[in-house]
């Protein structure tokens, strides 16, 4: 049964979860039963659009994102932005499923981007 009620909490919150503002306070919210580390990828198949962690820092304005997708803390996502001589950084993209673990850094300068396929996973 406590399982159960945990099951909801989490789906409840996940609908409203998201990157700014009322995002960020749902997700926290929705992470409360989920335990820690890799016990919290459940939440990633329980909102429509994945799941990232408040405690990530996300400073890519163009980061598209698979479904089903987890971003976990201490993610690092950057886009540089643009310079005197060169542009900006491109766009992340992210497959469905992809699960980027602690410590990982992605960056994008002077047009480049990256893009992750399906069904990877990214530790440092």
Same mark, same amino acid.
Request: aromatic residues 8%.
């Given at each position: 049964?406590?399982?159960?009620?945990?099951?909801?909490?989490?789906?409840?919150?996940?609908?409203?979860?998201?990157?700014?503002?009322?995002?960020?306070?749902?997700?926290?919210?929705?992470?409360?039963?989920?335990?820690?580390?890799?016990?919290?990828?459940?939440?990633?198949?329980?909102?429509?659009?994945?799941?990232?962690?408040?405690?990530?820092?996300?400073?890519?304005?163009?980061?598209?994102?698979?479904?089903?997708?987890?971003?976990?803390?201490? *993610?690092?996502? #950057? +886009?540089?932005?643009?310079?005197? %001589? &060169?542009?900006? !950084?491109?766009? =992340?993209?992210?497959?469905?499923? *992809?699960?980027? #673990? +602690?410590?990982?850094?992605?960056? %994008? &300068?002077?047009? !480049?981007?990256? =893009?992750?396929?399906?069904?990877?996973?990214?530790?440092?």
């Amino acid at each position: 049964m406590r399982r159960k009620i945990a099951l909801l909490w989490m789906r409840f919150w996940m609908r409203w979860a998201g990157l700014r503002g009322w995002g960020r306070l749902a997700t926290r919210l929705a992470q409360i039963p989920a335990g820690v580390y890799k016990e919290r990828r459940l939440l990633a198949y329980l909102g429509p659009c994945g799941y990232v962690s408040p405690q990530a820092d996300i400073a890519c304005p163009e980061l598209a994102m698979g479904r089903n997708s987890f971003i976990d803390d201490d *993610v690092t996502i #950057y +886009r540089h932005p643009k310079t005197q %001589t &060169g542009g900006a !950084g491109g766009a =992340v993209r992210l497959g469905e499923r *992809v699960h980027l #673990y +602690r410590g990982t850094i992605i960056e %994008t &300068g002077d047009g !480049g981007q990256v =893009v992750i396929g399906d069904d990877s996973h990214i530790q440092p």
